[in-house]
């Protein structure tokens, strides 16, 4: 192929991404891929930028597992909340207080309504009892005393509203609109609300606002930006955030508006609201993204320690108050850029400082605009470069263009706008490592180098199968979902210990030899031997969608292959050789990693450490083979027995783990019943019916003995003994590698 043709190849396969990156930022193709870099853009620039110290002016009254201890489990009756509110106010005289909760039912637990109907009933004929009754009356209608505690005080009232999709039931009621329906012409909320779950009629009446505490997340689950007003049937209403602050600043009504500019030829609008004199523009769908803080800047104040009258004067009064919880169990934990177990009410919080300070930002009416004219005015300029300058030049542009680019992010940042400009700057990127990449393979090089790159790592077979579509294959680092899998011969210290170094060495020659030719077969890559043991992945850098299956299938065979090798062993009087094999399934980055040095195609990440870590407990339990959940929600082939929940070294969730028992196919009556059997076992053992799970571990271990079944009944005969904590969850937590 001549200069002339390549040039105009690679013209056209540039401008091709150009075009590529443009339809993705005027969303004409997906683009989660985009989202996901504009959010990591994002999330870089706040964590770098956000603010630190603390914030007096804004408390959270926590319903914590010390108050629930101590008052009892949510919801608290509403004689324990009216006294909350008198004390917050009358107390502590606070500045306004906000309901991160929601009072959706009547109370019952005075015991009214039992003694009304007594009077009315069999005690109808009793004038004393009638009386009591009246008189007590006041005093136990808990739900009457806390809407009088509510009334004509700065009390907002949370609420949520159900989006499409979730329903259309409307329970208690909602205030009536902060905003009339005209306020925002341009605004587009995104998503369509049907229904809402609010709080009792009376509560609400008497409150003299409220405000709704949905969660904005984006695609990834992160909460980075939240809706300030949304739309409801004929008005808009405010968030609770906005609602408690209007709250503090004496009731007044909110105001709305928009912004109008013209700019070559386009009119841009932009939304805004008014609290509390207080002005804040919005994105074109009523959210402002939060402006969180480095730290957490609000004292959380325990509302046991409130009831009580503990706390200091000084930390309550003339203060915001947001009531939420950070308990685990009323499951109100978010993730945000700087945390993934984010209290929920603490985003309200950051949002009223924010809005006290005019920290909030929002997406302005020009931004994809300005994004799209950068994609293609910037990545038109750097084609022309690369074609005519040569790699260089065009590194030397792009780093230049990219630098223009940042700037820009943070002169739009300090004008409390959120421009996202990673589109651009992939654009950048990917242009030049297009056209460099372009510039250097050829097709009959790429062919060589892939037997040259993977030759050592896969079969001979697979190396010719790269070999008719190189440009398929590269050994450059990436991520994707892997198989992995680890073996290794119990015992091995003893095991050498026993044998010169020479037989030592062809003990393990023909023991990786069996099991190399067992991993190829399935189609896996060899990543490395350590000593004894192996280390071999699926899915790269040959696509196999059954990763999985191929897997636990190796492991299985391995397994198998044991009897005929050890025959061999005892025939030239080698010691029996017995393995372990853990096998997961998971994301991975998997690439040529090394130094300048020495290099290796290897996969890494915490997926593969767990599959180190199966392998290493397998002998725990007695059992050839462990695997995760995500190995058997990946493999249809397969039957399982859930063997435990564990807690490995390094990991803090529990991971559930389990035996491989074959193909389904085929698989016998007498094995299902043996592995329903244990399951049933063990779901005793984990709500911890120790005499169930033992019976049941005895009957079977009568049938056909287990090591398995004997550490179960260790266990138990253990926990007999010394009691598991109340907050038991089942998980066996393992210290140990």
Known sequence: MNRAATRWIQAGLSGLFVLLMAAQVAGIVTRTPMQRAEAWLYDTWLRQTALTGADDRIAILDIDEASLKSVGRWPWNRDVMTRLVDQLFDRYGVAAVGFDVVF????????????????????AASPVFRTAVDKLAPRLDYDARFARALADRPVSLGYYFLPAGYGEARTGALPLPDLPAGSFAPLEPGEVLTGYGANLAQFQRAAPGGGFFNMQADADGTARRMHLVAPFDRGYYLALSASTLRMAFGSEPALAGVTTVQFAGRTYRTPWIEVGGL??????????????????????????????????????????????????????????????????????????????????????????????????????????????????????????????????????????????????????????????????????????QITKL???????????????????????????????????????????ENLPPAELAEVLNAYLS?????????????????????????????????????AVRTALAMQAALPQLNREFAARGWPEVKIGVGVNTGRMSVGNMGSEFRMSYTVMGDAVN????????????????????????????????????????????????????????GFSEAAQQAAAGFETAYRHYQRQDWQAAEAALMALNAQAPRTLYDIYLERIAHFREVPPPADWDGVFVYTTK
């Open 514 to 550: 069996t099991m190399t030719r067992i991993v190829q077969e399935h189609r896996g890559t060899i990543d490395k031997y350590i000593g004894d043991a192996i280390m071999a992945f699926w899915n790269a850098p040959v696509d196999l969608a059954d990763h999985a299956s191929r």
């Open 104 to 123: 959706a039912e009547p109370d019952t637990s005075s015991g009214l309504a039992s003694l009304q109907q007594l009077a009315q009933g069999d005690l």
């Open 454 to 496: 993977f030759g050592q790592y896969v079969p001979p077979e697979l190396a010719d199968e790269m070999s008719q579509d190189p440009a398929h294959y590269t050994m450059e680092g990436r991520s994707r979902d892997m198989s992995v899998l680890f073996s290794d011969i119990r015992g091995f210290t003893d095991f050498s």
């Open 610 to 665: 767990l599959g180190s870590r199966l392998e290493g407990i397998t002998k725990q339990y007695g059992v050839g083979i462990l695997v995760t959940q995500p190995t058997v929600e990946a493999d249809p082939e397969h039957a399982y027995m859930k063997i435990d929940d564990v807690r490995v070294k390094g990991k803090a969730l529990p991971v559930a783990i389990y035996e491989p028992l074959g193909l389904k196919a």
């Open 279 to 448: 002005r804040v523009k919005l994105s074109q769908d009523g959210t402002v993204h939060v402006p969180y803080h480095a730290n957490s800047p609000f004292p959380m104040l325990s509302a046991a320690q409130v009831l009580a009258g503990k706390t200091p004067l000084a930390s309550l009064e003339n203060r915001i108050v947001l009531v939420g919880s950070t308990a685990p169990g009323l499951s109100d934990l978010r993730v945000t850029p700087f945390s993934s177990t984010f209290p929920g009410v603490e985003i309200h919080a950051h949002l009223i400082a924010g809005l006290l300070d005019g920290t909030t930002r929002s997406t302005p009416p020009w931004a994809n605009d300005a994004r799209l004219l950068a994609v293609l005015v910037l990545g038109g300029l750097l084609i022309v470069v690369l074609l005519r300058f040569g790699p260089l030049p065009g590194l030397a542009v792009t780093v230049l263009l990219l630098g223009a680019l940042l700037a820009a992010y943070a002169a739009a940042w300090q004008q409390q706008w959120v421009v996202p400009l990673a589109a651009p700057m992939i654009t950048l990127l990917g242009l030049y490592a297009l056209n460099t990449a372009y510039g250097f393979f050829a097709a009959t090089r790429s062919k060589r």
